[in-house]
């Protein structure tokens, strides 16, 4: 009677540690998925519109641009550094708490130019597939010229008369970047948007 009880007990501990261990892995497997694979975001403001709306949940790449040391954002993997029209989820440089989201305008050595709504990079009109503007033309409205200093981006949001981003505030260092944003997971009330694809 006695053994039977104990090896009740051992068998309850070993169920008990086999659960134990099973959520210790599935915790540390979220964790390092979340620190260097995938991220989720919510957007909180419409600076990204039309492309991503206000309640729109996305997942961004962390992979995508290297492997990063978390606190210290030190790459220690290069795999490859974000692209012009890549939407990027970067630490604010005013402020370190906050994770901003734009489109990746200007690369390191760049020389930007906007006169009205005509943007020019390095001399040449770039072709601004992405930009709405809804605010009345402002033909002399003009910022610039500035040159994208080595390790920085130039980065706007698409919705050009409503975004608080590199015209405003500076460059983002490439050391910030979390990753690129790729797909709407989730999105209410537009729940028609499930699954599209972030360009």
């Keep these: 009677m006695e053994k039977s009880a104990a090896q009740g007990k051992i068998k309850k501990k ?3 540690r086999e659960y134990a261990e ?12 979340r ?3 995938v991220q989720a975001f919510k957007i909180p403001s419409g600076s990204m519109e ?17 492997v990063k040391l978390p606190f210290i954002r030190k790459t220690v993997i290069p795999i ?24 990746v305008i200007g690369l390191p050595g760049d020389r930007i130019e906007i006169l009205g709504r005509s943007i ?32 920085h981006l130039f980065v706007m949001g698409d919705n050009r008369d409503h975004s608080y981003d590199s015209r405003f505030w500076g460059f983002v260092p490439l050391a910030s970047v979390k990753g690129k944003a790729f797909i709407v997971y989730w999105s209410w009330p537009h729940w028609k948007r499930l699954f599209h694809i972030i360009k």
């Design 14 to 16: 070993s169920v008990f």
């Design 22 to 33: 099973a959520a210790i892995i599935a915790v540390l497997l979220a964790l390092f998925i």
């Design 35 to 37: 620190t260097f694979v």
């Design 50 to 66: 039309p492309t991503l709306l206000v309640g729109d949940h996305i997942l961004v790449n962390k992979f995508i641009y290297g």
């Design 80 to 103: 490859q550094h974000p692209h012009r029209d890549d939407v990027i989820v970067f630490i604010y440089p005013m402020d370190p708490s906050k994770d901003f989201i734009k489109r």
């Design 120 to 151: 020019y990079i390095n001399g040449a009109l770039f072709q601004d597939k992405h930009g709405v503007y809804t605010a009345p033309l402002q033909p002399t409205a003009r910022f610039g010229p500035v040159t994208v200093p080595q390790g």
